[in-house]
């Protein structure tokens, strides 16, 4: 299962973009779904994780109060509301989902990926 990313692009510090994550075949009911950024020459980390029932979640401190992830289960859509933007939010970011857990912060607990989009901030 492939998930499908969009909405990436070049915006200038202090906007705001929305991420889609598209999961056909799967549900976010069933799926806790994870957030992860990776900038050039650094390791994928974690932004935020949501189980699979919505009812716990986890963001990373540098994005607490500015991103916030919903989701749209007639679509079966995961969004990533990403606002008052940073240069040093200048990354490609991935979702994933798994459906093991209740949601986890490690990259290799997850089972499906996105193809990533690219987030550029310019000051």
């Known amino acids: 299962v492939q998930l499908v990313e969009s909405g990436g692009g070049l915006v200038q510090a202090g906007g705001s973009l929305r991420l889609s994550c598209a999961a056909p075949?799967?549900?976010?009911?069933?799926?806790?779904i994870g957030w992860f950024s990776q900038a050039p020459g650094k390791e994928r980390e974690s932004i935020s994780c949501?189980?699979?029932?919505?009812?716990?979640?986890y963001y990373t401190n540098s994005v607490k109060g500015r991103f916030t992830v919903t989701s749209d289960n007639a679509k079966n859509t995961v969004y990533l509301q990403m606002n008052s933007l940073k240069p040093e939010d200048t990354a490609v970011y991935y979702c994933?989902?798994?459906?093991?857990?209740?949601?986890?912060?490690?990259?290799?607990?997850?089972?499906?990926w996105g193809q990533g989009t690219q987030v550029t901030v310019s000051s």
């Open positions: 075949g799967i549900t976010h009911a069933d799926h806790a």
């Open positions: 949501v189980s699979n029932n919505g009812r716990h979640s």
């Open positions: 994933a989902a798994q459906a093991t857990l209740r949601y986890t912060r490690r990259p290799n607990d997850y089972d499906y």
